[in-house]
């Protein structure tokens, strides 16, 4: 092992508190962090399950500046690593990174801070820890820790499966006296017991945090239109703030971005099919600019970690929950008031159901994803809280109603739907289920349109029959009926829709439905948002408003000299404490959330400046 000399820039302060204060600006850790700190810094193993945003990064960051040597972090988003470094560098933390995009100069640059332990932290992409060039290095090296960040993607079964991973047991072969720590937002039983047990982890604590995200505000509507709905959204509550929008395919995100840009909103399309440097572009622009949209596939996001995202917005129908979950989590990570804001339609549940048909996945499988999508289209539907629902899917129990959410806010009825239903089986069979949900709710109706009197369903008995409910309820119904498997769409066939065992059931009276009565698309969403532009002062007053302002102006400016993202700079709600508490000296700075000895030093002044010129304007 190499002489050392660990002048780290806090190793004499080794208490986690200090260093939580002095490096990183904050005042009090959050839930587990500081007892998970402690037990590494006691040298155990840790198995950390904690949403996104909950703050998994402090939990490795701290100890591996505090023990001596270097905190290796293994991670799979490269693109990652360059921002990871970067912040940690404003922080005054010394920290680099390997993998493929280094040069064979830069590479040997950061080998040699390294083995010199002039490291506090190294990310580290799992094949290039797993080339033998850096096991020997690491092994003349002194070693703080192991990290094993998103520790989901040795998870054969997850959607982020990844090879390299299942070799990461060889560190604790390895180093076996070295602490190591498993970080993941992925919290199903499944894979939990296989990260435990493909990397080794048996000994390891375990650190299970709630999944709640208490600041995101679930909304999901009934899509009529969804471009357009999307932009009232947008008008009421964001109207100059970043945000992601899904949608399920290439040519609907430059469609939808395109939209946007008419609509006079700095939108931008991200998808595999553009050309790889149109992409990165799109990408920095969200990064260092503000108020930026980003119109995706779910190509983006998982490289992502900027914590002012204000909403997140699917006007698709996500893959399942937990896709739902993890994409809405890009939202306020950095715990300010943030929106998930979903359309879904009759469309989606068809789209859905015919990509499991098509599936060809085994029995037992298909039979795993029709459960998963019943959850998911139960989540849509569903009268209760949304939050209650997301989190009993997780096998979190929420007691009480959230009070922010869509049918918290603004409560949904249910109804006795069994009749309407009938009416509705009734229309399909005696027209020979053919016809999609426009013509049959004409019939229903009794409108007799021209293709009404073409097939001379005026003439049936169902004419009419369901004319004392409401027009606008049709699709509504149509929906439900489809997302409970009482009907089915043929796509074969146009969208005809169809009975299935389950509507003869309700039909002879064995079962009854309760449908959800979709609030009127035209009602106006009640204002919950100051005056201000950007939901994330919404509880000051218009003065703070005006200063988190132009405290964001000289943010921008500094980021732009530097070549940062804003947030790197200070995130948001280290702004907004500047407006609400407006800190004239240097000391008083100091106190503001976020701010460490560093920034403080590079930054104080121009921003004190900036607050004592605004509060004379006030005066
Ligand atoms: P995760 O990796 O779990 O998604 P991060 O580690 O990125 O979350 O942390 C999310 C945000 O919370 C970051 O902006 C981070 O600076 C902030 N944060 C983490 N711990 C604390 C704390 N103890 N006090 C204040 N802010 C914190
Ligand atoms: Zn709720």
Known sequence: MNNRNHDSCCA????????????????????DQEEIIGHLLGGGDAFV???????KSLCYQIPAIIRPGTGVIVSPLIALMQDQVRAMHQLGVRAAFLNSTLSPV???????????????????????????????MLDRSRIALFAIDEAHCVSQWGHDFREEYLRLSILHERYPDVPRIALTATADGPTRREIVERLNLGEARTFVSGFDRPNIRYHIVAKHNPQQQLLSFLKSEHPADSGIIYRLSRRKTEETAQWLTEHGRR???????????ARQRNQEMF????????????????????PDVRFVAHLDLPKSIEAYYQETGRAGRDGLPANAFMTYGLADVVMLRQLLDRSEADD???????RKLQALLGLCETIRCRRQVLLAYFGDRLMEPCGNCDTCLHPVEGWDG?????????????????????HLTDVLIGRSTERVKQFRHDKLSVFG???????????????????????????????????????????????????????????????????SGNASVAICGPEEAALFERLRELRLNIAREAGLPPYMVFHDSSLRDMADLRPLTMTAFAGISGVGRQKLERYGERFIEVIRSDSKDVE
């Open 418 to 438: 069994t009749e309407a239903a009938q009416k509705a089986m009734h229309c399909i069979s005696r027209t020979g289920q053919r016809f999609g949900a426009v």
């Open 106 to 136: 830069e590479r040997s640059l950061v080998e040699r801070q390294l083995s010199d332990g002039e490291l506090d932290l190294l990310y580290v992409a799992p094949e290039r820890l797993l080339a033998d060039r850096t096991l020997a």
């Open 49 to 55: 399950l904690m949403p996104t945003g909950g703050g």
């Open 465 to 531: 029959s369901g004319s004392q409910i409401p027009l606008e309820e049709w699709p509504s119904i149509f929906r439900q009926l489809a997302a409970m498997g009482l009907l089915a769409v043929d796509m074969e066939r146009y969208g005809a829709i169809t009975l299935t065992s389950e509507s003869r059931r309700l039909l002879q009276g064995e079962r009854e439905v309760r449908f959800r009565r979709d609030p009127k698309p035209e009602r106006k969403r009640a204002k919950s948002r100051s005056t």
């Open 364 to 370: 037992q499988h298909k039979s795993v994803e029709r």
């Open 267 to 277: 939108a931008l399309p991200y998808h595999a099919g553009m050309e790889a440097r």
């Open 287 to 306: 990064l260092h600019e503000e108020n930026v949209l980003i119109v995706a596939t779910i190509a983006f996001g998982m490289g992502i970690d900027k």
């Open 12 to 31: 004499e302060s080794a208490d986690p508190r200090q260093v939580l204060r002095d490096i990183f600006g904050y005042t009090d850790f959050r839930g």
